[in-house]
C-alpha cells in the first residue's frame, strides 16, 4: 500500500470496485434484484433509521448501482454520488432537495432544448421558478440573484454544443452569495473539465451519454462536492431542520460533507422513485472504464471533422471551441486543454430546409437525439430536439433554423468528412 493516488484512467477502471466476495469474479455483478435480506429485526431497524448503511430496496440503493456512484464521485472529485434513472431525474432530484414552492434558480440561457422544457414548464407544478441568465455574462447571474434564489445551474459546455462557461466567474458569484452552484458535466465529462475545481457544489450527469458511451443505457448521476455549508442555513430545511420521517435527525449535521447526497437518496428518491437498473449501472459502468481512452478520441476526430466543415462552400461558420478562430478557444484552453469534446454545432447556408436534407443523406452518422455514443450522431435541433421552443428560445439557445449539431464518434475521421462531403453537396 502506500500513498499514492490513482490516475484518472486507474479511476475510471477500479475506483468503487473489487473482486466480489462470494464468488471472487472480478467484473462487477448485476445485482438484479428487488430486497435484500436483513440479518434481524435490529439490523433492519438501523437501516431503515439511518443509523447505519447497507441495502434495503433496490429503489433507493443497489451494490451495482454503488459501485456506480462510487467511481463517478472519485473521477469527479466529490465525497458522494447518487445514480438515478436520467439525466432529467439527476436535475429534478438535485431541485426537490434544495427547492421550496415560491423558490426561483438561475439558469444559464444555453443548455439542452429537454432541460430549458423542464424548467420553464414542468417545474411550475412545483411552485419552482426559473430566472434566465446570459450564459456568457457572469454579471447576469450576480444580478438575477434574490431573497428567493436557491441555486445557479449552467452546463460546462453547453448543449447543442459549441459553448465553454465561466464557471470559475459564475462559482465567484455563487460562493459570494452563499448560493449552491450546480454544473451539468454531461459534455464534458470528468475527463475533460472537473467543475469542483472551479466553484461547483454540485455535479449532475446524464449517464446515457459520455460515461455510458455506447448509447445502450440511460441513466443520471448526482455528485456531492461537500463544499456547501448546509448548517444553520433556513434556506436549506432538507438539509438544515430536523427531519420528521427519520425522528427529527438533522442530516446535514449527520452526514457531514456528503449530506446532499444523502438527502436525494432518502427525501428525493425513496418518494419520487425514479431508480435506476442494476444492469443498466452493470453498463454504464463498462463504458466509464474506457472514458479517457474515448473522450480524447472524440475530442481530436471533432476538431479534424469541425477544421474541414470551417473550410466548406456549403457551411456559413462552425462553433466548436477547439478551433483556433473560435471565441470561447481562450476558455476552452483554460478550462478544457485536452480538448473541447465531441459536440459541436455548425450553420448551413441553406438555413432550415438545407438542414432537414442534410441529415436525411447521411449514411455513416446515425441521425437520432442522443449524443456521446462511439457512433457519430446528426440531428436538427430546430426541427427535432428544441421543437417545442418559440423561434426565440432556439436563437437564444444555439437551436437556430441553419443549425446542424454533430456528436462525433470514434471512427476514423476520413470516412465523417467524406460523408459530410456527400451529404452537403446532395443537400445544395
Known amino acids: 500500500m502506500t500513498d499514492?493516488?490513482?490516475?484518472?484512467?486507474?479511476?475510471?477502471?477500479h475506483a468503487g470496485a473489487a473482486p466480489d466476495?462470494?464468488?471472487?469474479?472480478?467484473?462487477?455483478?448485476?445485482?438484479?434484484?428487488?430486497?435484500f435480506v436483513f440479518d434481524d429485526v435490529d439490523h433492519a431497524a438501523s437501516l431503515f433509521g439511518l443509523q447505519a448503511f447497507g441495502n434495503i430496496y433496490t429503489r433507493i440503493g443497489n451494490p451495482t448501482c454503488a459501485v456506480l456512484e462510487e467511481r463517478v464521485a472519485a473521477l469527479e472529485g466529490g465525497t458522494a454520488a447518487l445514480a438515478v434513472a436520467s439525466g432529467h431525474a439527476a436535475e429534478f432530484l438535485t431541485m426537490h432537495a434544495l427547492m421550496q414552492p415560491g423558490d426561483e434558480f438561475i439558469?444559464?440561457?444555453?443548455?439542452?432544448?429537454?432541460s430549458i422544457n423542464q424548467f420553464n414548464h414542468s417545474y411550475k407544478n412545483f411552485g419552482w421558478n426559473v430566472v434566465w441568465a446570459e450564459t456568457d455574462d457572469p454579471s447576469t447571474f450576480e444580478a438575477a440573484i434574490t431573497e428567493r434564489t436557491k441555486a445557479i445551474f449552467v452546463e460546462s459546455i453547453a448543449n447543442p454544443g459549441g459553448v465553454i462557461v465561466d464557471l470559475e466567474a459564475i462559482g465567484a458569484i455563487a460562493k459570494k452569495h452563499k448560493i449552491p452552484f450546480i454544473v451539468d458535466n454531461t459534455m464534458a465529462t470528468p475527463y475533460l473539465i472537473r467543475p469542483f475545481e472551479y466553484g461547483?457544489?454540485?455535479?449532475?450527469h446524464s449517464a446515457t451519454k459520455f460515461l455510458g458511451g455506447h448509447g445502450n443505457s440511460i441513466g443520471g448521476v448526482i455528485v456531492d462536492g461537500g463544499s456547501f455549508n448546509w448548517m444553520g442555513d433556513d434556506r436549506y430545511p432538507m438539509l438544515s431542520k430536523p427531519r420528521p420521517e427519520y425522528g427529527g435527525m438533522v442530516l446535514a449535521e449527520t452526514f457531514g460533507n456528503f449530506a446532499f447526497a444523502i438527502a436525494t437518496r432518502v427525501l428525493g428518491l425513496r418518494d419520487m422513485g425514479p431508480a435506476l437498473s442494476p444492469f443498466n449501472a452493470f453498463l454504464i459502468l463498462q463504458g466509464i472504464e474506457t472514458l479517457p481512452l474515448r473522450m480524447q478520441r472524440h475530442s481530436d476526430n471533432a476538431l479534424k471533422v469541425a477544421e474541414h466543415l470551417a473550410g466548406h462552400k456549403a457551411v456559413s461558420w462552425v462553433s466548436y471551441p477547439g478551433l483556433r478562430t473560435d471565441r470561447y478557444h481562450n476558455l476552452a484552453k483554460r478550462y478544457c486543454p485536452k480538448g473541447a469534446g465531441a459536440v459541436f454545432t455548425f450553420g448551413l447556408h441553406g438555413g432550415y430546409d438545407a438542414g432537414v436534407r442534410l441529415v436525411s443523406n447521411l449514411k455513416l452518422f446515425s441521425h437520432l437525439a442522443n449524443i456521446g455514443d462511439t457512433r457519430s450522431l446528426v440531428i436538427h435541433p430546430a426541427s427535432t430536439t428544441h421543437r417545442q421552443l418559440t423561434d426565440e428560445?432556439?436563437?437564444?439557445?444555439?437551436?437556430?433554423?441553419?443549425?446542424v449539431r454533430l456528436s462525433i464518434g470514434l471512427e476514423?475521421?476520413?470516412?465523417?468528412?467524406?460523408?459530410l462531403d456527400q451529404a452537403l453537396e446532395a443537400a445544395a
Open 21 to 35: 466476495a462470494a464468488t471472487g469474479a472480478r467484473a462487477t455483478p448485476i445485482y438484479q434484484t428487488t430486497s
Open 107 to 114: 439558469a444559464a440561457r444555453k443548455l439542452y432544448g429537454g
Open 200 to 204: 461547483a457544489d454540485i455535479i449532475v
Open 393 to 403: 428560445q432556439r436563437r437564444i439557445a444555439g437551436a437556430g433554423p441553419e443549425v
Open 412 to 419: 476514423d475521421p476520413e470516412d465523417l468528412i467524406a460523408d
Open 4 to 13: 499514492r493516488t490513482p490516475g484518472f484512467h486507474t479511476l475510471a477502471i
